[in-house]
């Protein structure tokens, strides 16, 4: 059972920057995608960037030029760097794992809040 562990949220003022990172608890091969979504308060759950194991990314319109996705393989980590935040990236941002078997795991989650 692969866990994974998500690090990085907290309270930025808009425009400003945050980390996310999302640790896998083992090494993982035949990924489809591992990527994140966010859920806001009243609003269903939504992509917000993903990455196949071949380094191919996928970006929500709402978070293109301002977020990037990243892999480093040999830890068994994701990043979502976030640039120029809005009051609307506020979220529970989630980290998503899908493997080619058909398997596909859930961090429990990490929240941003974007607020002056």
């Known amino acids: 059972q692969v866990q994974l562990v998500e690090s990085g949220g907290g309270l930025v003022q808009p425009g400003g920057s945050l980390r996310l990172s999302c640790a896998a608890s083992?090494?993982?091969?035949?990924?489809?995608?591992m990527g994140w979504y966010r859920q806001a308060p009243g609003k269903q759950r939504e992509l917000v960037a993903t990455?196949?194991?071949?380094?191919?990314?996928n970006y929500a319109d709402s978070v293109k030029g301002r977020f990037t996705i990243s892999r480093v393989s040999a830890k068994n980590t994701i990043y979502l760097q976030m640039n120029s935040l809005k009051p609307e990236d506020t979220a529970v941002y989630y980290c998503?794992?899908?493997?080619?078997?058909?398997?596909?795991?859930w961090g429990k989650g990490t929240l941003v809040t974007v607020s002056s």
């Open positions: 083992e090494s993982i091969f035949s990924i489809n995608t």
């Open positions: 990455i196949t194991g071949g380094g191919r990314t």
């Open positions: 998503n794992l899908d493997l080619s078997a058909g398997m596909e795991y």
